[in-house]
């Protein structure tokens, strides 16, 4: 202990610390102590100091790779004890990559002439509020089999959490300009967070002029499976971002428990409507509805009542289909085929239905269609597809470089499916004369400019092209898989083109940021729809 008076081995640092008291040893200081702060070495802390501290304890062991008490000596003794040390196979580690990396990035930005305590405190601040929050996707898959919610065992947010390099940085920068330290003040600390945001979410970029339409009319989407996990997690990015109005479909008692099991902040009634889909019929107008659509179709009113409560994704494209839902989101559980059908059976189609696959890439987005819904698709059916698919395109801002794709590059084959894909260039290029088309071609042709103009300098394409028809679903899928098995290729979608109502199924591996940003593409598209009506 050191304590006032003390000689041995005393010096002007430990001076400040001194203490007027009896004790002598640690075994005598302990005792009622709230906190244990160790920077010494191993096993100074022991079972029975431990066992004489204050009621829920917390011991900061950090002594490494052997802290002062290993986690399961102190438990052992005091089940209530909250541990962190600096090992990465033990809860709460304290590690300096949690702040070192990101306080240098904020003071370096708004040029700093020095690393202050206001900017260590707000660094401590930004961690103790990231701890609060909801796991993201990687740090769950890269924790799996842990408990990632606020507690006992994660005090601490976890090093590989990708929201750290835009939460500390900002709060770095503001308190650094508050002190007055700031030669550079970065006056929109808003736009500052989403340019750090674009160094860990690739799609952030991609996606963010549909985010800015969503934020400002934000409207109701209505999501069939709302107890599952990734749903909740994205609706919570939903609601903070004020993107949309969630209406999650499922048994609220299961909601509710697992929205305190992941630790989300979501509140039922505020933040989101919830639907238990076993009484949302209660007066019969979904079903009455769902009948008049499928009646003779071999559906009885009793086969459409039970369908409407027991097919939540049935209820939620009834739901759009009469106005109290502006668009859906489905497809995390179940076939895509399934949710298909179900869909375009109460909403029906306006046009021909396709799809399209935004892929991005690390030298730019790519777009496949037709890759989930198309089997064998005429030639018309391929002019329907491509135009469609442009139309999705100049959406995200991007001039459409289109090629139609095939085993014959120009004209090698006569095969049926190259023939067709011939063909539909041609309506194409007729019909679309400013835009960029040619085909059919191989796919390599299609993006190497030098190679095409050693085959055919004279095609209508210039560059690489960035929207890929496929001749049929088989070609398109496995294009699709094979891009983003080898590559770094981030999916967005797949889109739905035609349906007479948004609405969009999303593939069950996809990341509640992907469920996000399908939201705000969503609700994007519903004020583009009205837009074009209007006009």
């Known amino acids: 202990v050191i304590y006032a008076g003390r000689e041995a081995g005393m010096n002007f640092w430990k001076e400040k610390y001194a203490q007027k008291t009896e004790a002598r040893t640690l075994g005598d200081i302990i005792k009622g102590a709230d906190i244990f702060m160790g920077l010494s070495g191993p096993g100074v802390l022991t079972q029975e100091h431990v066992m004489s501290m204050a009621d829920q304890p917390l011991i900061l062991a950090m002594s490494n790779p052997v802290p002062e008490i290993m986690p399961e000596l102190a438990k052992e003794v005091r089940p209530d004890a909250i541990l962190a040390t600096g090992r990465s196979d033990y809860p709460n580690q304290v590690n300096n990559v949690l702040c070192f990396p990101f306080i240098f990035r904020g003071a370096l930005d708004c040029g700093a002439t020095t690393i202050n305590d206001e900017m260590k405190a707000a660094c401590v601040e930004a961690l103790a509020s990231l701890a609060r929050k909801e796991a993201t996707d990687v740090v769950n898959e890269a924790y799996a089999g842990e408990e990632l919610r606020f507690g006992p065992e994660y005090l601490i947010p976890k090093p590989f959490d990708p929201r750290l390099i835009e939460e500390v940085p900002v709060a770095v920068v503001a308190a650094a300009m508050k002190s007055g330290v700031a030669t550079r003040p970065i006056e929109d600390l808003e736009a500052y967070r989403k340019k750090l945001h674009e160094f860990v979410n690739r799609t952030g970029l991609f996606m963010q002029p549909f985010i800015d339409i969503a934020r400002r009319n934000p409207e109701k989407i209505v999501y069939p499976e709302g107890e599952n996990r990734d749903i909740l997690l994205a609706v919570q990015a939903v609601v903070d971002e004020g993107v949309a109005h969630p209406i999650l479909l499922g048994q609220p008692d299961v909601i509710r428990e697992r929205i305190d099991q992941f630790g989300l902040r979501l509140v039922p009634g505020e933040d989101i409507e919830v639907i238990n889909p076993a009484e949302a019929d209660h007066d019969k107008r979904y079903s009455q509805f769902y009948h008049k659509l499928v009646g003779r179709s071999g559906v009885t009113v009793e086969g459409a009542q039970n369908l409407v409560r027991s097919n939540s994704t049935v209820l939620a494209a009834v739901m759009v289909a009469i106005g109290d839902a502006n668009g859906l989101i489905c497809g995390k559980v179940g076939r895509f085929e399934s949710h298909f059908r179900d869909i375009h059976d109460v909403l029906g189609a306006n046009k021909y239905i396709s799809s399209l696959c935004p892929l991005l890439l690390p030298n730019g987005p790519l777009f496949i269609a037709d890759s989930f819904l198309n089997v064998d698709p005429t030639v018309d059916e391929i002019v329907a597809t491509t135009r469609a698919s442009i139309d999705l395109v100049r959406h995200f801002g991007i001039k ?136």
């Open 400 to 535: 459409p470089k289109v090629a139609l794709l095939s085993h014959s590059n120009f004209g090698t084959s006569k095969a049926e499916s190259a023939v067709k894909m011939h063909k539909a260039a041609e309506i194409l290029r007729r019909e679309l004369p400013k835009v960029e088309i040619d085909g059919e071609m191989h796919s390599y042709s299609a993006l190497n400019e030098a190679l095409r103009n050693t085959v055919f300098p004279d095609a209508n394409l210039t560059g690489r092209a960035n929207l890929l028809i496929m001749p049929n679903l088989d070609t398109a899928n496995i294009a699709l898989g094979l891009i983003r098995s080898l590559t770094d290729a981030l999916l967005i979608g797949p889109l739905l083109s035609g349906l007479r109502k948004p609405a969009h199924i999303v593939i069950p591996s996809v990341t509640s940021r992907g469920i996000f940003n399908m939201t705000a593409f969503t609700v994007a598209e519903i004020h583009r729809r009205a837009d074009s009506s209007n006009g």
